[in-house]
């Protein structure tokens, strides 16, 4: 696992540009990986599925290839759940603002 540098961790934490905002399935649109945390807490369960199922893991894909953040699209390709998704999206960002932090 090789180390963050804090400049990686700073463009993790940074919006992304508004044409690679995440658009949720009749909901908010996200441009961050604090937002997507706290968006996630207020989907209900259809629109957690609509994104998450057995054929896509469309929260994964964003934060891989829009983020940039591979270690956390891994983790959350794992994750089936909504709780389990805000659970590693707080563990990431709490290890991310850290490394951004120095």
Do not use: Y
């Amino acid at each position: 696992m090789t180390r963050l540098t804090t400049e990686q961790a700073k463009k993790m934490l940074s919006d992304c540009s508004p044409d690679k905002s995440f658009w949720v399935n009749n909901g908010p649109v996200m441009r961050n990986l604090n937002e997507l945390s706290n968006v996630l807490k207020g989907l209900n369960e259809d629109q957690f599925c609509h994104h998450v199922n057995k054929e896509k893991s469309d929260f994964s894909k964003w934060v891989g290839e829009v983020i940039g953040d591979e270690t956390l699209a891994k983790t959350l390709q794992k994750a089936k759940t909504k709780s389990a998704a805000i659970t590693k999206i707080n563990q990431r960002l709490e290890t991310l603002r850290k490394a951004a932090a120095k």
